[in-house]
């Protein structure tokens, strides 16, 4: 794994962590998660996330575990479809994730033939 790939895992990690987002749902949350940093750059995990969490936001308690996975990995497979479409700004990241937006820039940035980061 090269260093830049621990970041943007780490990076993923932090924003599980943050919001406790496996729920009580551990190694089944681990090996979705797994599946999806297989089909999906983390970057894009990461705003999918992002997303996810401003999607559910209004829901008491938040969907955690497996519930918070299904509606990222929708999500997800229709920005797969039909190109990312976010409507966070950067700093709509940074303030739902603490983290810098810029690798999520660059992520997006990349030609549509150039492989993505993972």
């Known amino acids: 794994m090269t260093l830049e790939e621990r970041v943007s895992w780490q990076r993923v990690a932090y924003i599980v962590e943050s919001y406790e987002l496996a729920g ?3 190694e089944t949350f681990d090996a979705y998660l797994a599946e999806l940093m297989e089909r999906h750059a983390l970057p894009i995990i990461e705003l999918a996330f992002a997303e996810s969490i401003l999607d559910l936001w209004t829901v008491i308690p938040l969907p955690r575990g497996i519930q918070f996975l299904d509606h990222t990995s929708q999500l ?3 920005w797969t479809d039909n ?5 966070l700004m950067p700093s709509d990241f940074k303030q739902i994730t603490g983290l810098d937006p810029a690798p999520i820039i660059q992520a997006l940035q990349l030609p549509a033939s150039q492989p993505q980061v993972r």
């Open 76 to 78: 997800l497979q229709e």
């Open 83 to 87: 190109g990312v479409s976010s409507r």
């Open 24 to 26: 009580d749902d551990g």
